[in-house]
Every structure is written in C-alpha cells, then in structure tokens.
C-alpha cells in the first residue's frame, strides 16, 4: 500500500491555496487557522487544516495565502454596472427626478452598446478588487450581451436580466416628493419624462423581452446566468409583474424588483394598490421565496409580518439611500428583519447612488448604523455583515446551492486578503481585524470558478491600466454627446440652515 506521504495516490487538484485563516461560512461558520482547499474544475473538492489536504491532494498549482484571511467572494444583489461612466457627474445639489429626467433618461438615448461594454467592465474591474465575486444587475443594461462580454473577460459571475421590463415608464413615480415637499398623492400622478427609445414602450413589447436572458441558464456552469428583471417604482402593471412573476417561478430563477425605495414612490404604490404595497403583493400571489427587492427602505409593521410569511429577500443598499437622505437606517426595518430571520442581502445600487461597488463598504455602514440608530453596540456585530454579503447574497440571487461559502461541492469562488498592510496588523481577531479595519484594502487574490482572476493585485488575463485610458476616452465621449458638462457642487450653507427641517418622513 502507498502512503500518502510518496504522492502516489494523491488525489489532483488543480489549485490548493495553502496557510489561509478559512472563515467559512459553512453550515457551523467554522473558522479553519491554518486551513487549505484544494480545488478542481471550478470547484471546491475539500477544505479543512493544510496538513490533512496537503495529504490528500496534490495540486497542480498552489497559492500560499501566508495565514491572512480567506472567504467566500461577496455577492452584489442590487446594482446596475452600466451607469459607471458617468460616475460622480450628478452634483449634490441636484434632486432625484432631475438627475433621473436630465442626465439618466438622456444617458440611455445616448449610449452605445461599446460604452455599455465599457461601462460593465470598469464595474466588474472595480467588483474584483473589492472581494465581490457575484453580482446580480437590475435590468438596466440595454445590450445584455455587451455586459456578458465585459463579465467574461473579468472572469466574474454575472446574473443579468432583460433590459426595461416595463409597461407604464410615464408611471415611473420617483422624485415627486422631493419636488413638491410632503405631498403625499402627487408621487402618483403620471410625469412625462424622456421616453428612452431602446427600451420597451408597451406590456408586448415588454413581453417578447422577458426571459430572452434565461437561455444562459442551459449550460449548469455557465459564469453568465440570467434571472428575471421588473423595474418596479410604478411603471410595471400588475398584469405584468405577474407575466414575470410566473416566468421567474417556470425557470427557477429570483425575480428582482426595485421595491419601497424612497418615501415617493412607496407612496405611489401604496396609493394605487389601496394599501401597503408588500400587502398586497402578497395577497395577489407575486411576494414569495424568489422575489429579491432592491432596498426595501419604507415598510410598515404589517409588510415585516407578509415579508418573513413570504421567504423572499431584500436586498439593502444602505450607501444608496444614505446618499440621498431616503431613510434606510432611520426607518428601515432591515436590522430587525434580518434579526428576525429574515433574507436580508446587500446592494451598492449605481454609481451615483453609492458611487463606488464595494460590498465592504455596504456590510459596514449595514452593521454600524443599525447600532447608531438602537443605540445598541450588540444590535448588529461584524459576523451579521460577512452573513449578509455571503449567504444572504447567494439565497437573494438564487444560488445558494453553489455560492456563499467555503464548502465542498461548491463554486470555488475565494477572496484571499493579504496581512502585509497596516490595516491588518496587529494580527488579533481575524473578523474584526478585517471587518473594523481593512475592509476591501486588503484584498489582494480572487478566484472565482477555480480561475484566478486577480493576483496579488493585479489581473493576470488583461493590461488594466489600457482598459481603464480606454472607459476614461469613452465617458468623455458619452458626456460630450449627452451635453453634460461636469460642475461642482453648489454650496450655500446659509440657504441650507434655514431648510434644516426633515421635507418628509
Ligand atoms: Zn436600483
């Protein structure tokens, strides 16, 4: 008999990253000091201490993580990758339903499908660095197919759906309150606003679209998937959200819908269902077990109780309503539901909403202002925000069975951090180490699907810095067509002392 000590009957694998401090995630959330997991065919075949893989595994490559923390990629549930180049053009001074009417509507009749691809890239690129290894898009590109391209070439996962499911864009109620301060029906008043010409304009058009991203779902290993898309904010009837609900159910895939974001359009919906908007959704059969909504900031005591009933997952983009003082942390109920049981997920939204794609960023200000607003250092901890970027992102994206955690079987997609930055030293508790101090600093090697996309900070498939002169000449060029020209920020501070009071809320 051959002892495992002469390789011969060494089982192969094509990576082992060897010496990582494993913060699993697994089913008792072990935390493995010296561990190791060997990997084959993209996915994870063992993990546990690196002496007893490195006697059963033999690998064709090895990656030595030299004891810094390695965990499951993050996974991005809320965020459209195509408004990246035009990241940080809105000013603060400027209200939502202008930035929506003036610049987003006007950026989707401007854009071209190479921008697009350019635009996922830069948001993909940015993903990689940060530790996000999944990300699930709105609905919101206008070529799919450029936004898998950009996906494929950055090696990251991508769940896309179809562009603008969407059947009353008029009904698109986002921004009213803020116009007309405190007006509680004037959120459902039809708005005319720039009809986005790529884009569905009635129930039929909508409909030969839906599901066209589904046919990714053929290949079990495809990178590239496709889920089902509804916009929400009122410009979907329920005619067909319930077209999408049943293609969502058909296919086993989530539907995600942008849902309760600001006071606005939760206003607007409520007015037009008669009453709490996730009441009624539940009653009609669409709130269920594959339906991840995008933030979820407004709900009452009622839509918590149908919410947890249902199963379904929220997706919470603190940065996102913080960004544009919509109340996530002062009403949301995230926090609580989540303590409750409750499938609460995180999203960075858009890059003029979050600006930047990194769920660490998200996890953080998750767990740290839900104890400022309980004034509770124990409401939320730093274990709650690695369970909400991990497993709660795979089960909002519907794909639990393969990513979230370290654990044999699943996907081999691994963040390894690096102990060589300041952030990280002294070396004392692993979790907090990274989740109080270094966040996404100190991310230094991704692989996702057993590929190892980036390494030691760089990307080993592709010339970064080309890539990125490249997206700086195509956003100056979609600025330029669009007529946007950049300005600063409008700061007048005795204006803004005498409007100290909350419009809403
Ligand atoms: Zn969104």
């Given at each position: ?89 809105l000013p603060d001074h400027m209200a939502e339903a202008d930035a ?75 921004g009213?309150l803020e116009e007309k301060q405190a007006c ?79 006071p ?57 309503s913080m960004m544009w003082g919509h109340g996530?942390m002062t ?41 400022e ?114 300005e600063a920020n409008r700061i007048n501070r005795t204006a803004r002392a005498r409007h100290r009071t909350r419009p809403h809320g």
């Open positions: 008999m051959t002892s495992p000590l002469d390789g011969g009957n060494l089982t192969a694998a094509d990576l082992i990253v060897r010496h990582g401090y494993l913060i699993t995630m697994d089913d008792e959330r072990r935390h493995i000091e010296d561990g190791a997991i060997a990997i084959a065919r993209g996915r994870i075949l063992a993990l546990g201490p690196d002496a007893e893989i490195c006697a059963r595994f033999s690998g064709a490559r090895e990656i030595d993580a030299e004891s810094a923390p390695v965990h499951p990629g993050f996974i991005e549930c809320h965020m459209h990758a195509s408004f990246q180049l035009y990241r940080g053009v929506f009417d003036s610049v987003e509507a006007h950026f989707y009749n401007h854009v071209t499908d190479e921008d697009e691809y350019l635009a996922v890239l830069l948001s993909s690129l940015e993903m990689v660095r940060n530790g996000t290894t999944c990300f699930l898009e709105a609905g919101t590109i206008l070529s799919p197919e450029n936004a898998a391209r950009a996906a494929a070439l950055v090696g990251i996962r991508a769940i896309l759906g179809d562009p603008f499911i969407w059947d009353q864009p008029q009904g698109f109620a986002q009213k509680t029906t004037c959120a459902s008043h039809a708005r005319i606003h720039e009809k986005l010409k790529r884009a569905p304009q009635t129930r039929e058009e909508a409909l030969a679209t839906l599901g066209r991203e589904l046919r990714r779902n053929a290949d079990p290993d495809a990178l590239v998937t496709g889920h089902i898309a509804v916009l929400g904010l009122g410009t979907a009837s329920e005619d067909l959200m319930m077209a999408a609900k049943a293609a969502a159910d058909a296919a086993g895939v989530v539907l995600n819908i942008h849902q309760s974001y600001s606005a359009d939760t206003a607007a919906d409520r007015q037009r269902f008669g009453t709490d908007p996730l009441l009624h959704l539940a009653r009609i059969g669409f709130l269920d077990r594959n339906v991840t909504m995008g933030h979820g900031n407004h709900l009452t005591d009622a839509e918590c109780d149908v919410f947890l009933d249902s199963g379904a997952s929220i997706a919470w983009a603190p940065a996102a996530s009403h949301g109920r995230h926090a609580e539901l989540y303590l409750r049981g409750g499938n609460i997920a995180l999203g960075s939204d858009s890059s003029n909403w979050s600006n930047d794609f990194d769920l660490w960023r998200q996890a953080s200000l998750a767990v740290l202002t839900a104890r607003v309980a004034q509770d250092r124990t409401r939320l901890v730093a274990e709650d925000g690695f369970e909400m970027a991990t497993l709660n992102g795979a089960r909002a994206v519907g794909m639990e069975s393969r990513i979230g955690s370290l654990a044999a079987g699943k996907c081999a997609d691994i963040v390894i951090h690096t102990l060589g930055r300041p952030e990280m030293q002294p070396v004392t508790d692993r979790v907090r180490g990274l989740f109080y101090s270094s966040r996404s600093k100190s991310v230094h090697t991704v692989i996702i699907n057993g590929r190892v996309v980036l390494e030691a900070g760089q990307f080993p498939a592709f010339n970064e810095r080309e890539l990125l002169r490249e997206i700086g000449r195509a956003s100056a060029g979609l600025l330029k067509r669009m007529g946007v020209t950049v």
